[in-house]
């Protein structure tokens, strides 16, 4: 009896629940490049080049080991464009008579999933991503009979399951988390580490051209492109980081600085969210750092935490939510994203350096994410399921279980505060300890009003005063409602209408 296990463009790894235990003489792997995937949305076009030729390469990795692997190009003229189809096609071309495959990372695709049994008429079984630590099930148990879903708790959780940096029970150094000791401004070295190039090889230059024929309009640049996009340059990429960077990610991990894409980061998350690499076991080498004194525990407790904490979270919070999440609009922000959001053509230096890097190289870091574009975004008042578009489209590593929730959930308040206590919103003043961004920049981060003004810092009291009906009991806000109490009506006002003008040049809807 043949089987037929379709592997979808995530699920690049050699340890894929579906091909657990699976017999390589009687399984056909299938792989397919569709339309439907390639243009839900207009995908960055390095992201698109980043995935294809990583399916192409592991579609070629897999044959060495044995596997008989069916796989489908973009361009084949037969190709009808949807995994539906294909696996029709494949059903009828191998006479397979039953279907396994690892669940899919999202709703939309997991809906197809779903109804294959009753449209093909075999039986098909649908194996838990055992990739992850926290599966569906085990986060509905911790999260049942919760009154707050707080990632702090989840996390400790986390620890305790994999012994990650415990001893005895206990977290190594006394404490869960060494955050007070990290979020210190950088300052630019000529020592900076750097992630490795990984110049396109033949299957990379073919899509390449392939991705620069099709998607000519998509937004994003492929000058320049050399992610890894094989296991083993994932891999080389990891021992880089792990080496260099680690130790100190911790101080560093909010700090931003002109024309430095990289800092302390590891740029491992699109390999990680693709199965190129196994996130477990990057966090058991990273603990190995600590262990043999080459990384301090403040860098290495933040670099696990991102991983068994956040990230699991974030994926938790994602299927419990359900396919109506994207909907949420808590502040009611309906605001088009200004048009330069896909150029980087603003005089905010801040903005036009996360922006541009974003288009040049399909990556930012967390801290450009949340507190450059996604601040600026949820001041407007933007709307926060475009600007879940906007994320979803430029961003190497995004796929919607793991972007939604960090941008309309953290980045944009869109469910209220399910995800954080209160919305990730500052003035300029943040910006200007964090990075070197203002001195670089048209406008004067000190300067509230005026033409010379920074545009973050009436629109952040403009915030706050709007919002005041949703959010002027939340205790975490008191003090800046306290703040903006103590100003005279006079300043309060000029205050509101420089943010005003702001808006009405920005054009768009209300917010
Ligand atoms: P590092 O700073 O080196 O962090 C280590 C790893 O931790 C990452 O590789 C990633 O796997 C994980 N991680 C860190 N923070 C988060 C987080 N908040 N949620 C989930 N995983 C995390 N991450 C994505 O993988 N895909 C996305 O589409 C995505 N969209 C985002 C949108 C917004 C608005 C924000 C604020 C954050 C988003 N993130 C997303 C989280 C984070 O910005 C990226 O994971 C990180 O910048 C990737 O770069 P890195 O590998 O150098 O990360
Ligand atoms: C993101 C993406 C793109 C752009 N193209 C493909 C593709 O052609 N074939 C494929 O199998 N996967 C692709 N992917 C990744 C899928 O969207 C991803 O596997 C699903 O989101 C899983 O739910
Ligand atoms: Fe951004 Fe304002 Fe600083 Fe300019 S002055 S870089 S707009 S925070």
Redesign the pocket.
Known sequence: MTTLIPILGDQLSFDLSSLASADKGSSVLLMMEVAEETTYVRHHKAKLVYILSAMRHHAEALKNAGWQVDYIRLDDPENTGSFNGEIARALARHAAERIIVTEAGEWRVSAMLESWETLFGIPVEIRTDSRFLCSHADFEQWADGRSELTMEWFYRGMRQRTGLLMTDGKPEGGRWNFDKENRKPAQRDLLMPRPISCPPDAITRDVIALVEDRFAGNPGSLSGFDYAVTAADAERQAAN?LAH?LPQ?GDY?DAMLTGER?L???????Y??SGLID?IELCRRAEREYIEGRAPLNSVEG?IR??IG??E???GIYWREGPGYVDRNFLDHRRPLPGWYWTGKTEMHCLSEAIGQTLATA????????MV??NFALLIGADPKQ?HRW??EV?L????W??L???LG???FGDGGLLGTKP?VSSGGYINRMSDYCGHCRYDVKQRVGEDACPFNALYWHFLDRHRERLGSNQRLAMPYRNWDRQSDAVREETRAQAEAFLQQLGGDDY
Do not use: K
């Not at 990556?363 to 949340?370: F, G, M, P, S, V």
């Open positions: 980081f960077a990610f991990e990289f302390w980061h590891s740029i491992l998350s699109p990680i969210n996130p670099y991102q991983i956040w990230r979270y974030m994926r990556h930012a870091h967390h801290i450009q994410r949340l574009t996604g600007v994320y979803l961003y590593d995004a796929y919607e793991v972007e929730p960090n941008t953290m980045s944009q990730y």
